[in-house]
């Protein structure tokens, strides 16, 4: 079974997630801790739920879903995988951060293993399928566990919004094409776990969400 915690971190409310099975493994999704106490509470909670981080997985490269990247890879000796296409961003991050008036050392590490659209990915006896969802930003992903009917969507798509599509490398037609073609063809009950606010389900998007009527 599937477990998934979040933790909402910096000054953006950015979601990221422990996943963890009952096998006491656990990926850690978009790590945005910004401050001293946001990364002891990230410790915190994984020595509570007495889980191994075994992966690092990235959705997009966007300054508030980075913001940990360094941090968890050097505290738990973890690969960054994310999508090639965001790649560029990453050189961006302390300067994007600085726009924001938030203070970053150093652009967090580029990620180690490029994921793209079909690729699987293990959790211990958990597989994760990507779904490349361009639009956001190009390198965009969301990580689909068919079996236990969870996505982690990072800023696709959110309870009743989509992501935005003015910042570089955004495209709203390619996001919204993406979402209708790649997401919104998964089962009605597929739990939704977006990169802000709350958690959503496929069917209340194509109920209700106004950006896919």
Do not use: W
Not at 101 to 119: K, S, W, Y
Not at 123 to 130: I, K, Q, R
């Amino acid at each position: 079974m599937l477990h998934i915690e979040p933790l909402v971190f910096n000054p953006f409310q950015e979601n990221t997630l422990i996943v963890y099975t009952d096998s006491g493994e656990c990926a850690i999704v978009d790590p945005g801790m910004l401050f001293d106490h946001e990364e002891a509470r990230l410790v915190e909670k994984i020595a509570e739920l007495k889980v191994v981080p075994r992966l690092l997985l990235q959705t997009h490269l966007h300054v508030d879903h980075v913001l940990g990247t360094r941090f968890v890879s050097e505290k738990y000796g973890l690969d960054p995988m994310a999508h090639e296409g965001d790649e560029f961003l990453i050189g961006q991050t302390k300067s994007m951060a600085a726009s924001f008036g938030m203070a970053v050392d150093r652009d967090p590490p580029v990620p180690a293993v490029h994921l793209n659209h079909g690729d699987r990915v293990e959790l211990g006896a958990t597989t994760f399928e990507v779904i490349h969802v361009p639009g956001h930003s190009p390198g965009g992903i969301a990580f689909y566990s068919a079996e236990n009917k969870v996505l982690l969507a990072g800023d696709i798509l959110f309870k009743g919004s989509v992501g935005r599509s003015d910042l570089p490398g955004g495209n709203h037609k390619l996001l919204i094409d993406g979402i209708k073609s790649r997401l919104m063809v998964l089962p009605d009950d597929v739990v939704v776990y977006p990169g802000h606010g709350p958690k959503t389900t496929i069917g209340e998007e194509k109920r209700t969400n106004p950006f896919l009527c």
